[in-house]
């Protein structure tokens, strides 16, 4: 099956830091979404991006389909940014299965 | 205005016990999902309906049977819990089973601790 890997498996940043969490996956996507684990459990859709860029506030997300992977920028950190990122993505005709990397965990202190 | 709605937050039950979990979606979705997150954080797709009928059974023990009275509500039963199921267990759903486009919206979980 297509594996997805994401580095760094452990970010912690200074409030007002940027950084670049990554996403590498080893087979065609149509699906490619990240998500935002919060300190509380709820998983939060950030980006629905199987290629191209997109920005939303401090975050932005680019997928380079071709290369198979993907980046999650975060800038100007906030202590709120904590928790789990993740990856998830759909095998080409997959039925939407989402396959999940195994998080990036995100400690910003103030 | 919830989205994907599970109950209940929290299940604390002894071994052996059988327990469901419910999920609804007003969202209008015709596909829902169950995944299963473990201590490590690692998700993992357990089930998947479409219109009430079964597209994904990933590996999961026959003790876990999901039921879809209506596309618009999954639920999740367990049977003979083991100490292994503990575990955060999401709802999710999307607009359709296949192709580009489609978003899954995650409901906030149910936490299982069997003891």
């Known amino acids: 099956g297509i594996q997805v890997e994401q580095s760094p498996p452990d970010l912690i940043l200074q409030e007002g830091a940027n950084s670049t969490l990554r996403c590498n996956f080893s087979?065609?996507?149509?699906?490619l979404q990240w998500f935002h684990q919060n300190p509380w459990g709820q998983l939060i859709n950030l980006f629905y991006?199987?290629?191209g860029t997109k920005q939303n506030g401090r975050l932005s997300a680019t997928t380079v389909a071709t290369e198979r992977y993907s980046l999650l920028y975060i800038s100007s950190s906030q202590t709120t940014d904590s928790g789990v990122y993740f990856c998830?993505?759909?095998?080409?005709?997959?039925?939407?299965?989402?396959?999940f990397g195994a998080g990036t965990r995100l400690a910003v202190h103030p | 205005d919830t989205a994907v709605s599970q109950t209940p937050k929290y299940l604390v039950t002894q071994m052996g016990n059988d327990k469901s979990i419910k999920c609804e979606q007003n969202?209008?979705?015709?596909?829902m999902y169950w995944y299963k997150q473990d201590s490590k954080k690692f998700l993992k797709i357990m089930f998947s309906?479409?219109?009430?009928?079964?597209?994904i059974n990933e590996t999961v023990p026959n003790r876990f049977s999901p039921k879809s009275p209506d596309k618009a509500h999954l639920n999740l039963h367990i049977n003979s819990l083991e100490l292994g199921d503990s575990a955060v267990y999401f709802c999710?759903?999307?607009?359709?089973?296949?192709?580009?486009?489609?978003?899954?919206?995650f409901g906030p979980g149910t936490r299982l601790l069997v003891l």
């Open positions: 087979d065609s996507v149509n699906n």
């Open positions: 991006i199987p290629s």
């Open positions: 309906y479409n219109n009430k009928e079964l597209i």
């Open positions: 999710a759903s999307s607009r359709l089973p296949t192709g580009s486009q489609e978003t899954q919206y």
């Open positions: 969202l209008g979705h015709d596909t």
């Open positions: 998830a993505v759909e095998r080409a005709g997959g039925y939407n299965k989402l396959i």
